[in-house]
């Protein structure tokens, strides 16, 4: 049988008080004798089975108040058993009460009751039918046009949902007040609908500003395009504002600003409008349609959320917003200043599962995929490099952040231009790639970071100076304007540091002296290519900040144990590359090597590539395990070396960076042809590598003969079970040799995952950057070398990873 739940018979109307029961409005009930009775939806099925259920049934079809119900069921049922059996189907939302009443007003002034349809409608999404309705003939929307967005499509799709639309023609302008309308009361508009021509659309801050003031929740949609977007409804004093998601628009809208500025735009750069009648009547409904929910009464999580409809391949997405708690509209502006002034503390951090992080992959995966999107996130996507070979993990995640600034011009296809991510498993290798695009944008300047203007002189003790961290030798700065005309945009030398100058200093926290310091910020924080209000940083011209020291992590020890052991790793490739040192190699064998079933199936990957792979040892003074995995082509003269570094106090963790890292970087030469073309950068230097570095020119790459190959024995290596035992340790060394650990917290409320930059002055980076000190002194100490390099005699190729 079929009912329509309030419908009335034709003869005597009903008294409006009476509550009648029955099934909801978007089940129709079907009794089969001796078997079930099937409610159907356009949902599903669900049969319902159990003493009395089938003589039940009948009775519920919305014609009868409950004593209709008993008395119609008696004596077969007990009114106890009705009343039992009624509750246990209303629990499972599949019955309900209602009192049928007028819930529209015909253009006559008659009253008339919703069609059936549209009570099933708001039934099967949970609503009481005849509430929504009612709701929503009471409920005005008010419509706002904003940058010249057309409307008229979007104004019949709502008045065809019955919707009554305030305003002048249902048309306001972008700076009306809201609920100006005389016509209107606030409290019966409850929901404004903004229909524009961009997202950005600087006008939308004002409109925005107003409905926060008012209180009034209102609906974003821009319905031109080829894709339609709809969404969020921003709800003053709960969730997102449109600042929060303004932020985040013009990280994925970076490429436009050249133009904007030659333009002298304030806003988005204008484009051409892509539609076709039925694309824009979707895009119209769809709008309406979300309206027409949220005055309903229906809620749900897509609702603060952007929805995407491509109207040329008909998939949609939803893109999660996320209120930005330093929002300087609905946020606290001054909340990264706080937690970047506060000491860090390091507390109890037991390693997940006996590994060496906090938590797993997956973990972290889950927590921050909704960063991914192209919309609301900080990472557009994460892909596999579809130039990897099979078997090897390799993920890219967007531009890489730490740019900034950079002339891309001079890193062009280059090696760095991406973030990318490896891992033994292809889960290891995405969520290696989110944490470097994480952990990249919140090392990017925002304009809300504390700092303090002053020289170095000024200071005084308080200040650590930029030469101890960046070590450019004089000679370099001397010869600065054909150095940087020579040479890739990563190797580039700025002014020399004059500790007299008014320079912009951050606080950062010593662990080793238990006390705050002050570095540059230009050197801490990557140039911003985001509309920032802040005014630019002083002493950017003799500062370069890049991403050595910085890290994400699955907390906050991690993260500074893993910046930490970077500094290490590059510092030893520093004092391996630049002298070229003569290493002992690492066994990658299974008898009393490192080999494993991983490393077998590496190493088989590369033997069908016509690579030969191995690994040197370049372990430091400070003697924590750091190694180079490299490998080379044996089928044509160009022998296209690649390489990968890793450092850990766990030699095999630290040999499978290496390896990764390699695999991470192969990519760019799998391609490469006999005739010099195919590879996967244009950077002269890196080109010219691969052109004509060969382990007979270059023999420091290859195993010092003199020396036994290193096996897991030959390193002494007790695993501590909590990160904090690890960083307690990193502290302790650093004091034996006179050095700081110093921590900067660039964690970003809004992105949540622990990021930080460490620095320890004195420590190399392994870009070119030649003043005195380890560079030169240490490959002494440990025996290496008798003398130290002559400046002219260190290796003239620099560092290109």
Sequence with gaps: MTAVFGERPAQAPRPRDRRLVGFRSHLRAEVVADDAAYLLSDRGVTA??????????????????????????????SPEQVGRLIGRLAQA???????????????????????????????????????????????????????????????????????????????????????????????????????????LNPELREIDSLHRAAGQPWLLARPGGSTAWVGPVFRPGSGPCWSCLA???????????????????????????????????????????????????YRHPGQSAVLTLDTLSLTTRHHELRQRPQCPDCGDPGLVARQVRQPVTIVPRPKAGGGQRACSPQEIRDRYLPLVSPVTGVIEEIRRDPRAPAGLHCYLAGRNAALGGTDLARLRAGLRQLSGGKGTTALDAEVSAMCEALERYSGTLQGDEP?????????????????????????????????????????????????????????????????????????????????????????????????????????????????FLELVERDAVALWWYNRTRQPGVRLDGQGGFGDSWTGELL????????????????????????????????????????????????????????????QLLPAVTDARPDGTGYGSTAPETLGWWWGATVRTQPYLLPDPAQVARGAADFDFHNRPDLRDDIEAVVALLRGHGMDLLVLDQTRPDIGIPVVKVVVPGLRHFWARYAPGRLFDVPVRLGRLSAPTAYDDLNPVPLFV
């Design 604 to 663: 088989d990957v590369y033997r069908h590539l016509d690579r030969e792979v191995w690994a040197l040892d370049l372990t430091s003074d400070l003697g924590i395990p750091v190694f180079v995995a490299l490998s080379r082509r044996i089928d044509k003269p160009a022998e296209d070396i690649m390489f990968g570094f890793g450092a850990h106090f766990d030699p095999a963790v630290a040999l499978r960076r290496a390896l990764t890292e390699m695999n």
């Design 93 to 199: 939302g599949l019955v309900g009460y209602s009192t049928p009443v007028p819930v529209t007003v015909g253009s006559d002034g008659s009253d008339g009751l919703a069609p059936g349809p549209a009570l099933a409608y708001w039934e099967l999404a949970g609503l009481d039918g005849t509430a929504a309705l009612r709701q929503l003939a009471a409920a005005p929307l008010e419509v706002l046009a904003v940058g010249g967005a057309c409307t008229e499509g979007v104004l019949e799709a709502c008045r065809a949902a019955g919707l009554a639309v305030a305003g002048h023609g249902g048309v306001h302008s972008a700076h009306c007040v809201v609920g100006e309308d005389p016509a209107v009361s606030k409290d019966v508009a409850r929901l404004s609908l903004v229909v524009c021509d961009d997202y």
């Design 451 to 563: 700092r303090t203007r002053d020289s170095l002189r000024g200071l005084g003790d308080a200040a650590v100076s930029p030469d101890t961290c960046q070590l450019f030798a004089a000679r370099q700065f001397r010869d600065r304007e054909r150095w940087n005309a020579l040479h890739d945009a990563f190797q580039y030398v700025p002014e020399a540091f004059d500790d007299r100058a008014p320079v912009d200093w951050t606080p950062v926290w010593s662990l080793t002296e238990e006390r705050q310091r002050l570095l540059p910020t230009g050197m801490l924080y990557f140039p911003s290519t985001l509309d920032v209000s802040s005014p630019p940083v002083a002493g950017r011209r003799s500062l370069r900040a890049d991403s050595n020291g910085n890290a994400a992590g699955s907390s906050p020890e991690d993260a500074i144990l893993h910046g």
């Design 247 to 297: 932020h985040r628009l013009r990280g994925h809208r970076q490429s436009e600003a050249p133009v904007r500025r030659a333009l002298g735009l304030t806003g988005p750069v204008p484009r051409p409008a892509a539609q076709v009648p039925p694309s824009a009547a979707a895009a119209a409904q769809l709008t309406a349609l979300e309206a027409v929910k949220w005055l309903a009464g």
């Design 48 to 77: 319902l089975q159990g003493d009395h259920i089938e003589a039940l049934v009948p009775l519920l079809d919305g014609t009868r108040d409950l004593p209709a119900v008993l008395r119609d069921a008696a004596p077969g049922i």
